[in-house]
């Protein structure tokens, strides 16, 4: 079992920059695939971001690409996403899942294959 936690969310006018994290406690997830994803109000929850349990691959969707970075720090069982020139349209709540996979490659973009998820943080960017 993995409870996952996310916190950094907040307020930010456009242009500006968060950085998200999210800390697993109840067992390491250092052999989890990591993922972001994020909910606007009235929309279908999507793929933000992910990242191999190695560290050593990542993947983005195109509408972050280039303004947001994940990455992960085993020791410390936490995984950040750092967001930078954020616009209004990144408003959502956004969260953290993690999948237990044995290949430590995989970067993982489907909703329904990860094991694991916070309950959210929210970010709001004001125009």
């Known amino acids: 079992q993995v409870q996952l936690i996310e916190s950094g969310g907040g307020l930010v006018q456009a242009g500006g920059s968060l950085r998200l994290s999210c800390a697993a406690s109840g067992r390491t997830f250092s052999n989890c695939a990591l993922g972001w994803f994020r909910q606007a109000p009235g929309k279908e929850r999507e793929f933000v971001s992910g990242i191999s349990w190695s560290g050593s691959n990542t993947y983005y969707a195109d509408s972050v690409k280039g303004r947001f970075t994940i990455s992960r720090d085993n020791a410390k069982n936490t995984v950040y996403l750092q967001m930078n020139s954020l616009k209004p349209e990144d408003t959502a709540v956004y969260y953290c899942?993690?999948?237990?996979?044995?290949?430590?490659?995989?970067?993982?973009?489907?909703?329904?294959?990860?094991?694991?998820w916070g309950q959210g943080t929210q970010v709001t960017v004001s125009s």
């Open positions: 899942a993690a999948a237990v996979r044995k290949d430590h490659t995989i970067v993982i973009v489907t909703e329904g294959r990860y094991d694991y």
